[in-house]
Every structure is written in C-alpha cells, then in structure tokens.
C-alpha cells in the first residue's frame, strides 16, 4: 500500500510541480487508490473474457499477478461453454474492458506508464496467438459457422458510456503500440465534458489502415 502511495504521489508530482501542497497530494494519491462506497467493483478493475483454448491458465495467472501489482483489480470470464445466438462479433471474440476508474486513472497519468505497458504487451502476445484462429458457433441448433476470433479492447468512460476498439484477427502487428495510444488518445478526446452527452452508451472504433486513423464504425 506505502509503495503505491509513493508512486502515485511521484507521478503527481511530476504532473503538477511544485503547485501543489504535499498535504493536498497526499490526499490526491489516496483518494486514487481508496475505493469510493458509490462505484461498482467493476469500474475499479481490468475484466477479461476469454475462451480456455485460446489462452493460458499461466499468462492469465502472470497477467492477474502484474495488474494487481498496481492495485487494481482483476476479474475473468471464460466464455468456452457458452451459447451466442447474437449476430456481434464482440460475443465471439475475446474482450479485455476497463473500468471508468481504471481508465480514468490511465488518461491522468495516475499510474505511471507501467500497468498501460503491461496491457500493450499482453495485447501484442494475445494477438498473435489467436491470428488465423477460429471459434465454431452454432446457431439454430443445427447450423454450424467458422468465425474468426478478434480482440476487443474496450475502455469505459463512466458507468453507462464505453468505447470499443476492435483487432481483426488478420491485421499486421506491426504498429500496434502506436495505435493503442492512438485509441488512448481518442478517449480522452471523447471523455470531454462537452463532448460526452454526444455519445450513446457505447461506441465501436476499428483502424483504418490506409487512413492511419481509428474510424467509427458502429454506435451500440
């Protein structure tokens, strides 16, 4: 707990200087971390929702272990046995949401570059192993599909608002940091007070390759 004090007050510090009093940011750093009795546990954590065959009892321990390093929570679903008769990708597909706490905590800088290094990276190593990967879904009882398994990565704005942003299974790995902080970027532009009434509850970005931008593409 002193340790994540500590580093959430560095990097305060570094964001505001000197302007701030060390009484004020020490309550600034606690009040990052101490649960607020209004918020749902699942704003305040990392959920992922996954198929056992596609991930890693191992990595999901070693991902669990690394992102309540940094006090945040970390819940998991998997998805395996169960039946989709919705025609979204998003319920094929694996999902990694994070909570308006978590998120909101990101875009101040609350955390340091540590725990978004930890979701890049498990985002780069999970997408190369579900490429060309297939999930069977069978609808009407009868009716078997061969879907391509994608990757969500969705970030939650307040309880009732969050942006999804889709990996196809079959794009280029290349320039993915550099797109995750491009999607980073886009929702803190989308978080704005006087821009924020504007969305529904959820919107769905994909990247434009030859664009070089995110572009929505559904609003959910």
Same mark, same amino acid.
């Given at each position: 707990?002193?340790?994540?004090?500590?580093?959430?007050?560095?990097?305060?510090?570094?964001?505001?200087?000197?302007?701030?009093?060390?009484?004020?940011?020490?309550?600034?750093?606690?009040?990052?971390?101490?649960?607020?009795?209004?918020?749902?546990?699942?704003?305040?954590s990392i959920h992922?929702?996954?198929?056992?065959?596609?991930?890693?009892?191992?990595?999901?321990?070693?991902?669990?272990?690394?992102?309540?390093?940094?006090?945040?929570?970390?819940?998991?679903?998997?998805?395996?046995?169960?039946?989709?008769?919705?025609?979204? =990708?998003?319920? %094929?597909? !694996?999902?990694? #949401?994070?909570?308006?706490?978590v998120t909101g905590?990101? &875009?101040?800088?609350? /955390?340091?570059?540590?725990?978004?290094?930890?979701?890049?990276?498990?985002?780069?190593?999970?997408?190369?192993?579900?490429?060309?990967?297939?999930?069977?879904?069978?609808?009407?009882?009868?009716?078997?599909?061969?879907?391509?398994?994608?990757?969500?990565?969705?970030?939650?704005? =307040?309880?009732? %608002?969050? !942006?999804?942003? #889709?990996?196809?299974?079959?794009?280029?790995?290349?320039? &993915?940091?550099?797109? /995750?902080?491009?999607?980073?970027?886009?929702?803190?532009?989308?978080?704005?007070?006087?821009?924020?009434?504007?969305?529904?509850?959820?919107?769905?970005?994909?990247?434009?390759?030859?664009?070089?931008?995110?572009?929505?593409?559904?609003?959910?």
């Open positions: 707990m002193d340790e994540l004090l500590g580093r959430f007050k560095k990097t305060l510090r570094e964001i505001h200087g000197e302007l701030i009093p060390e009484a004020d940011l020490d309550k600034m750093a606690k009040d990052l971390i101490v649960s607020k009795p209004d918020k749902s546990q699942f704003e305040k992922l929702e996954y198929f056992n065959n596609t991930i890693t009892d191992e990595s999901i321990d070693e991902l669990t272990k690394d992102i309540e390093s940094y006090g945040v929570l970390f819940t998991k679903k998997d998805k395996s046995k169960e039946a989709y008769n919705s025609i979204s =990708d998003i319920f %094929t597909s !694996i999902v990694l #949401i994070l909570g308006s706490e905590n990101l &875009l101040l800088g609350a /955390l340091g570059n540590g725990l978004w290094e930890i979701i890049v990276d498990w985002v780069r190593v999970t997408r190369e192993n579900i490429k060309n990967k297939k999930l069977t879904k069978i609808t009407g009882g009868t009716k078997i599909e061969q879907i391509e398994m994608n990757l969500y990565v969705c970030f939650k704005i =307040d309880e009732l %608002t969050r !942006i999804d942003f #889709i990996f196809k299974n079959n794009e280029d790995n290349t320039n &993915l940091r550099e797109h /995750l902080q491009d999607a980073l970027k886009l929702v803190e532009k989308e978080s704005k007070e006087e821009e924020i009434q504007l969305l529904s509850s959820r919107k769905k970005f994909r990247y434009d390759h030859g664009k070089k931008e995110w572009v929505h593409i559904a609003q959910l």
